[in-house]
Nanobody, 127 residues
């Protein structure tokens, strides 16, 4: 059974930084896609970032609202994916979820494509 456990959330002032981590267990993590999504109260779950490894190549993608401020990275040796969040804004406040997909689907996965999800970690950015 694959399990994803997020950590690193918290309260930070606008302009600050946080680093989220997601540790995966129970599966093979040398390939596939691991992503981060976020959901603010009353809003739909939104794509933040994803990192994919296929045929030895690594691909990263970012949502428009975080590109240039957030960086996703992956450590397969530790079954971990990180999300470094810099220049945080109050609108980044949300529950952040880690997700995993271990199949190749030929495109950037949407939320509905992911097979496994973590429980989420709260990020609150004060103004």
């Amino acid at each position: 059974q694959v399990q994803l456990v997020e950590s690193g959330g918290g309260l930070v002032q606008a302009g600050g930084s946080l680093r989220l981590s997601c540790v995966a267990s129970g599966g093979t993590f040398s390939s596939g896609t691991m992503g981060w999504f976020r959901q603010a109260p009353g809003q739909e779950r939104a794509f933040v970032a994803a990192v994919s490894i296929f045929s030895g190549s690594t691909y990263t993608n970012y949502g428009d609202s975080v590109r240039g401020r957030f960086t996703i990275s992956r450590d397969n040796a530790k079954n971990t994916v990180h999300l470094q969040m810099n220049s945080l804004k109050p609108e980044d406040t949300a529950v952040y979820y880690c997700a995993a997909l271990f199949r190749y689907i030929g495109r950037l996965p949407q939320a509905k494509d992911y097979d496994y999800w973590g429980q989420g970690t709260q990020v609150t950015v004060s103004s």
